[in-house]
């Protein structure tokens, strides 16, 4: 027997008002069809996920896992320098840090601290290739579009609430160096998409993202929305009878109107913060990105990216200057990474909203790769230091990296991982690798690392084969 | 769970031993066993043995011979001791090698380990279609069209009676967007309703399938995808992807035998060598993803239909391909021996280089890199190779219908719903010389295609049967494309330079010769002026009937040109003459042509101050003129054109531009040389453009298939290009409706087109409305449209803004956006 497609003819309207953008994603023809694992994991602990990424290759050295800091002297041999900051205590005595995250420090209690992520192993480095390993948990190239990990969790979870979408991507933009090659994974890949990230290159703008074209009224909006279902409703067409395709229009039109409509858009507006809570976040772009967070993750919002941007050669990207440029970094993390916390603990969403923050690998002075497989320098570092700008961590380092995170489930004041106190500082203990990281994440909300995708006939796993392992002694 | 202490340790000492127990997978292990050895017999309404093995159920319930298997009792399961040949007389597979150590371990463990099926998975036997070409024979049928004769046995055995046909509305619409892309034109729909002629249909599809330069930029779309032919993007950053467009372009546009076209892309020059060259990253790539390995899966996909994807691992459990299949058909395309790698581990042998169809005959491993290639073309091409025809017509049915004869369309082993339909066009392909042209018009003529569109079956749709063609979406390109069209808006430039093809094809075409000359005030003008702006006009009367009109002008300095009052066009760059479509500016009775031209230095424009003293001025435009010839195809060309005839004068008068305006007070035009008089030698040039500019009917903009892809394309659907796609997802989704309420590009787009629209002669708002539908949707607004569309205009806010709220709804409504 032919069968239409035909779901909503009896109650269009009730349909509608009750669908979200999960339950149209999923009528799409040709949307992947999930093989869930054959065991049930545990239950999930949070709902929410915040990652907050360091763009660029974040020297876990100058942050998160302190080594024998040497001071800058003019003609210095650069070979015992570890660390260009010395290292400050933080409210757990176990866990110390770098100079410059004093108010990181102060919340520690609440954080579960990796010090014994590796990268994969891809051979020549490259930023957006090692970007695009961390983000789908897989290296390029492949025969299939990879999805971005919020795209994963918005086709598995759906969105929280069904006016504010699943996954939001803010603050990189696509418009400059290696462009092409951060919009193939900032995708929904093979899921559709539907799944893909809601784009916000500038938090200050963000209000422009959910609001009606620049220069239209909200009454004007309005007006032309009832005009549009109007004309459609009363078209010939409108009457030929129901198939998904015109369903799906109608629907993706309606949520968007909704959502360019409804009072979760106030979310994104971060001029209706108070003035004194603003200040707080307000070190710059990041900063805004954090404030802008908190308030999705208030609205309903289920899968969040703060980025710090990559840019080649600048952020976290440091070739040189880098002791210089790594101070002005953490200014700009430190405040709105700590008032995140506090504001979410504030609000009683800590504990069901996951903070991430990572990078697609460290970096240290003198070795590009790793112990076991170096690789050929990029930067020069010269046998004296004689200016500041070589002073710094400027080489790839894929031997060992850091991962905070906070909330969703997590135990506070939690160290992970153990790395070798003279150079390599590599990972010695408890190493933890992507696959591993994206299943303790998947594990805090309730999905399996073995849960699969169909595409062509064959699965294509949520961790590279289904083999991700949560981290469960992270766990509370 | 917990890591226990001992393996900490162990990851310790062997950090690249992540995960040292393996489990067995369902999907990876015990899939492909029970696929390749159990369920050929083992499946359908009467299984062997009674046992069913293709889904979970059916192995607990047993067959007659009672249980097969005992849940955790590997040693007591029925299929393990027969599949171990514990019984001598009863050893599975009954038919077919013997399952290995390595599996009947692989079976034990999993039974062992409480024989998990993961949730919903129904097996399939292996399918494998034929491999020759099959001629059927066509039925007696009232049809004429092959297809519909096919077709009318397939009514009667489903019991469809007498579909329907479209309506001439629909069908031009539909074919113009599935041939060429875009949206006929008011004029072309208008034509074509008036048209008597019993055989209009099919005179439209000859006639679209004819617009060489508009079919190429719509089906280098669908190239494109299938191709990964990307403008930009990985890869090109360190010279790791090479384009085709170039080669593309061209073979579309001369409609390039598809045998030919193989050809070119598996036995390449270097124009066409970036298909099997493929993407090259830096850094370390999974073995299966190697240049080579990516060669012989994308030749596999795209000419075949198949997907050796999984075989480039390990010996598939879709399908019947081994890993040797894949790195055979690889090593075709490798420099140097290729060592087969079993899930990225070498395994210390070379692959032997062959074609997966090895019936079809031998590469000679011994040959040359080049010359094996050359060998894979050949059998590519082989007469015998009935896959290789059958798959490119299924393509272009499922292009068409929406859904493929097979489905899915990457999946040639998959049984047709109508076999001897797809045989019939895939042998007919090759009759007619493999021109895809053909195959076209073949469906876009049968009465099955101008069917009623029906809705697209459910996902879990099984038994398909045919009614009609499928709703489909316009892809992101045709959207943009159609935006354009009734917005009057589109980008000026393409993102990629058009291979020099265009102006030759057209001189073949018809005999328009161009004939005008250089004029200005006075005769000396060509070395002697000393600067200023003079106004042109020219008048003239259109009493018989035309179907395209184009106007090409160049002006030593500069020039503005309007047409009946409406300012069109303007260029300072003499040696780039501006060809403009004028066909929808024209009318019946009197027109007007009138040119604003400076020369430098020019007060009024302000432009060219810092000239001096005298130097070359002149104008040139020809207006190309098509008449089309009764009860013919063909079509005759006139001129009009610069010469004595035109009048000037170097003031401004008010409404000088307009056609009621009065210029017999102006002087006659010098002559100052002929087409190609020096300074500007421009006559090559000169009707090149103009004759590209006369194969564009009616839309002479840039496609959005020749622009790199924008957050709106990417919205609605266009791939990145990274890998191959035979088919988009073309939902509509809220992300791409955020996109189409609030984004600039489209914003704009629609700000635009309401001046535009604002600033047309209309009698009142009633005639505006129906123009912009007419435009739109190629039929008048009903009178509810009308009276929303009214109270729009009148609402609220200004009349453009009211025009912007109408083209925004028009383009959002599902009749704009589906192809019906």
Redesign the interface.
Known sequence: ??????IINSDRREFLQTAG?AT??A?????P?A?????SGPEATADSVILLWMGGGMASTETFDPKRFVPYEKGMDPTPVLSTFPAIDTVCDHIKISEGLEKVASVMDRATLIRSYTAG??????HS?HQYHWHTGY???????APHIGSVIARTLGPKDPAV?AFIDIGQRFTLG?R??L??FH?AGFL???Y?P??IPFPSQAT???????GM?L??FK??YK??Q???N????GQ???????E??????E???R??SSPAAKAFDLSLEPKASLEKYDTGRFGRGCLLARRLVEAGARFIEVTTEYVPFLHWDTHDNGHTRLAQLKQAIDGPIAQLVLDLEERGLLDRTMIVLASEFSRDMMMEGRP?KKVKDQVKVPNRIEEMKFYGMHRHFTGAGSVLMFGGGLKGGHLHGVTADERPCTT????V?IEDLHATIYRALGISPKL?YEI????FYVTR???G??I??LFA | MQIPPFKTAFLLLLPLILHADEEVSFRRDIVPILTNSCVKCHSGAEPEGELDLTTKDGLLAGGVSGDAIITGQAEDSLVYQLAAGQDEDRIMPANGPRLTEAQLTLLKKWINSGATWDTGVVLKGLQQAALKPRRPALPASKHVNPIDRILSVYDQEHGINQPTTIDDTRFIRRAHLDLIGTLPTTEEVEAFLKSNDNNKRALLVNSLLERNKEYTEHWLTFWNDILRNAYIGTGYIDGGRKSITNWLYQALYNNTPYDQFAHELLNPTPESEGFVRGIVWRGVVNASQKREMQAAQNVSQVFLGTNLKCASCHDSYINHWKLSDAYGLAAIFANEPLEIHKCNKPIGEFATPKFIYSELGDINPEAPREERMKQLAELMINPNNGRFARTIVNRLWAHLMGRGIIEPIDDMDQPAWNQDLLDWLAVDLVDHNYDLKHTLKQIVTSQAYQREAVGAPAPDETDFVFHGPIVKRMTAEQFVDAVNAVTQTWADAPAIKLPPITAKDAEQKHDLKVTASWIWDKPDAKSKDTGGTVYFRHSFELTESFSKAVIAVTCDNGFRLYVNGYKLTESDDWSKPKVVDITKHLKHGKNTIAIHAYNFPDKVTGKGLNFSGANAAGLLASLAIERPVENSKESTWSEIKTDQHWKWKRETVKGWETVGFDDNEWQSAAVIGSLNAGPWNAAVGFQAALLAGTELSGHSFVRTSLLNDDVLTRALGRPNREQVITRRNNVATTLQAIELTNGDTLDDALKAGARYWLNQPMNNDNQLIQTIFLTGLSRQATQQEEKVALSLLAGGGTKEQGIEDILWILTMLPEFQLIY
């Open positions: 027997m032919f069968k239409r497609f035909n953008a149209l994603g009528l799409a023809a040709g949307s069809r093989i869930q694992a054959a065991e192993d891809l051979g020549h480095i490259l290739r290296a390029p190239p492949l025969t299939v579009a979408p290696e092409e090659e919009k193939a995708t559709g998409s539907e893909g809601f784009l422009q993202a959910v609001q009606p074209p620049a009224t009454e004007r007006r032309r005009a549009f109007d004309i459609a009363s078209s010939a067409l030929h009878g129901s198939d998904y395709q015109k799906s229009l109608h629907r993706s039109l949520n968007a109107y959502l360019l076991e010695i203990k408890d190493r690798i699969a062509e006939n064959r699965p084969d289904g083999e392992r949560a469960e002694s």
